[in-house]
């Protein structure tokens, strides 16, 4: 037997399975690291935890800034807050008053 009929008889043999072979570790590879692999779906995960908790302050601050408004309708206006809002943010008083702004 001649070296190029066994070499061909090798390579016969082994083609079909390792064609195989290459192709699960090209199908594990992207099931792993690709576009939609488990990696990406676990980085997908972390965003999508990040922006719940960001969604929930927007969502608490929503509501603040509701009741605020709320309170400044024309029924429900209150006189002490729109004195206080106004000293507080434009700055107003009477003469004869000294304001003092004290920082949080």
Do not use: C, N
């Not at 029924?75 to 002490?80: K, Q």
């Amino acid at each position: 037997m001649s070296l190029r009929t066994a070499l061909s008889r090798t390579v016969k043999a082994i083609w079909i399975p390792a064609a195989f072979l290459l192709l699960a570790g090209y199908l594990g590879y992207h099931a792993y690291e690709g576009e939609r692999g488990w990696r990406a779906q676990h980085l997908l995960a972390d965003r999508i935890a990040v922006a719940e908790a960001r969604w929930t302050t927007v969502v608490e601050q929503r509501r603040t800034l509701e009741r605020r408004v709320e309170a400044l309708a024309p029924g429900a206006l209150d006189r002490d807050l729109l004195d206080q809002q106004a000293r507080l943010l434009l700055g107003y008083g009477r003469p004869d008053e000294l304001l003092l702004y004290i920082r949080p």
